[in-house]
């Protein structure tokens, strides 16, 4: 996975690295990500933001047990950005993202 959090997420989404012209949108998703990731008791107690794409991953965790964050972001973000046209798909994804929010939680809780 590349190590810059919105390179990463920009490719998950079929976003160019070169191609800036939504940075601003996918940057401000991925912050509201990292706010729900903080409520849920994942990641730094004051917060975690990313202003650009100097931010690494490894800035954000690095306990091999939380990973499962990178896909959260990119699904929560993938929701307001992107949505799925097709209703099963997006009932899906909602779902994925309802199991990864509980598996965080009880992850960040047992730390």
Do not use: C
């Amino acid at each position: 996975m590349e190590e810059s959090i919105l390179i990463s997420i920009k490719k998950l989404l079929g976003i160019a690295r070169e191609y800036s012209h939504f940075d601003t949108d996918v940057i401000i998703h991925i912050n509201t990500a990292f706010m729900s990731l903080n409520q849920l008791g994942v990641g730094p107690k004051e917060g975690f933001s990313i202003k650009d794409e100097k931010t690494k991953w490894k800035d954000f965790i690095n306990d091999e047990r939380l990973n499962a964050v990178q896909t959260y972001i990119y699904l929560k973000v993938k929701l307001v950005f992107d949505p799925p046209l097709n209703s099963s798909v997006l009932e899906s994804n909602k779902q994925m993202i309802n199991e990864l929010e509980w598996r965080l939680n009880v992850q960040a809780e047992s730390k």
